[in-house]
């Protein structure tokens, strides 16, 4: 059972950047990938950012690309989301992700069976 922490989460004027950070602890903390959810409320949990276990490469949200970087401390397995040039739009709930899921699936939250409580992110003026 692998257990996630979010942390880094808070309020930011728009253009303004945030580091998101996710700690796992428990059991076979590097036997899964990892990704970045955000959700608003009313709203589905949408893919922001993940690696898969064996694959170096990063995939993003469109809606992301550019502006947010996913990276991974690979003696720690914590990873992190650097958030940058926020909008408004960005507003949500993020979730630290972790799973197996095969590479058609990365973005579904369904293939993912492990999830942190969730740090919350507003963007505002």
């Known amino acids: 059972q692998v257990q996630l922490t979010e942390s880094g989460g808070g309020s930011v004027q728009p253009g303004g950047s945030l580091r998101l950070t996710c700690a796992p602890s428990?059991?076979?903390?590097?036997?899964?990938?990892r990704a970045w959810f955000r959700q608003s409320p009313g709203k589905e949990r949408e893919f922001v950012a993940g690696r898969r276990r064996y694959n170096n490469m990063i995939y993003y949200a469109d809606s992301v690309k550019g502006r947010f970087t996913f990276s991974r401390d690979s003696a720690t397995n914590t990873v992190y989301l650097q958030m940058d040039n926020l909008k408004p739009e960005d507003t949500a709930n993020y979730y630290c992700a972790a799973g197996n899921p095969i590479l058609s699936e990365l973005r579904n939250a369904r293939g993912y069976p492990y999830w942190g409580q969730g740090t919350q992110v507003t963007v505002s003026s």
């Open positions: 428990g059991g076979a903390r590097n036997d899964y990938g």
